[in-house]
């Protein structure tokens, strides 16, 4: 079978969650057969620094930004015929997601689209400013392609609400996969509150800065990791950090690294806008480390399930926060509960699988 992978950009070039996502699905594919042909196609965002998955192959598009990337247009799909591919999957609703619908509608191939956060299934309205035009070309070219996808693939039931609701469209629901890790996971002594993403508005790690201050007198680290920003966003976060002395800056770090600190951490935060199901809400439930999100709670599992809490204000979160810190045999109730609910629906084994039959079921048709 031969697949294309076609995603903004890749893991090798810059690690996010739809990045990590798109690489462990790959690894499951091979991992059931290596005779399948994979490739990646992305953005060239910057050089390479990252590792490169092995019997993959990648090719690079020029790198004009997200909202521009319509202008691959015409290279995009010289190389999808020039492949041939028996599916091509796309992730994030981008200008590609239409790009690649066109190329799948007109070739007689399969699309497989997945959502990589709530906000792909809404429709976003467009600010009137000096990029209104190639943000409303990439906003109608990524509805362009959703509506004429094979199959989308949701994360969450409410996401799969809100496509139906708001665009008519039926999807299926494959919840994200990781691997297992084994125990024990031997947590820090003085408990470790820690905050992982990319630093950036959406992700609002400010709010995790102010949350350390309020705390400041518990027992307790907290640790912030994430791949820096640039401009006065990175240097408001950077003078926040001066001034927070319970706050260590770890930077950007390795897949392996990050999941070495959520092993050893109480308690994971999220501050997010929104998100999808995020990676690092798995990662930390594999590990039972509870999660307390200030707004993202997908479908309501970790108030169904006990295993962290949606603050929904800053207040309530400072609350959250203190009251794991303070109670040792809570969080690691919490913890345990995190892990046999991951496994019973998070493992990589497990979803693999549904993956697997969905791509030979799309290069069947």
């Not at 800065?209 to 950077?238: K, N, S």
């Not at 930390?284 to 509870?290: G, I, K, N, S």
């Amino acid at each position: 079978m031969r697949i294309v992978f076609l995603l903004q950009a890749s893991s090798s070039v810059l690690k996010g969650g739809a990045e990590i996502q798109a690489d462990t699905i790959i690894r499951e594919l091979l991992r059931h057969d290596q005779k399948h042909e994979i490739f990646y196609i992305s953005d060239l965002i910057k050089k390479e620094t990252g590792p490169r998955i092995e019997n993959v192959n990648y090719i690079f598009l020029k790198s004009y930004g997200t909202k521009y990337s319509f202008l691959n247009a015409i290279p995009l799909v010289r190389i999808l015929k020039s492949l041939d591919p028996d599916v091509v999957y796309q992730r994030w609703r981008t200008p590609y997601t239409g790009i690649a619908a066109w190329y799948a509608g007109h070739n007689g191939k399969n699309l497989i689209f997945e959502m990589a956060s709530d906000k792909d299934s809404l429709k976003s309205r467009i600010p009137v400013n000096r990029t209104f035009l190639p943000n409303w070309i990439s906003e109608r070219l990524g509805r362009y392609g959703m509506r004429r996808a094979n199959v989308i693939v949701c994360q969450s039931r409410e996401q799969q609400d809100s496509l139906k609701r708001l665009y008519g469209l039926d999807s299926l629901l494959i919840p994200k996969g990781h691997p297992v890790p084994e125990g024990p996971f031997l947590k820090s002594t003085v408990p470790v509150v820690v905050w992982v993403a990319n630093i950036k508005p959406l992700k609002q790690p400010e709010i995790f800065i102010d949350l350390a201050r309020a705390l400041e007198g518990l027992r307790a680290e907290f640790v912030l990791v994430g791949r820096p920003d640039f401009g006065p966003y990175q240097d408001h976060i950077e003078q926040m950090l001066r001034n927070s002395p319970n706050v260590s800056y770890r930077g950007e770090l390795s897949h392996d690294e990050t999941n070495k600190i959520i092993a050893s951490a109480s308690i994971l935060i999220n501050t997010s806008l929104y998100e999808g199901t995020p990676n690092t809400f798995i990662q930390a439930w594999m590990r039972e480390t509870p999660v307390v999100s200030l707004n993202v709670d997908p479908d309501d599992i970790m108030t169904r399930e006990q295993i962290g809490f949606r603050s929904g204000t800053f207040q309530r979160l400072v609350e959250d926060v203190r009251f794991l810190i303070e109670h040792e045999q809570e969080r690691a109730a919490q913890g345990r509960k995190a892990r046999e609910y991951a496994r019973g629906h998070h493992d990589i084994g497990l979803i693999g699988n549904t993956y697997l039959e969905l791509f030979e079921r799309m290069s069947r048709k």
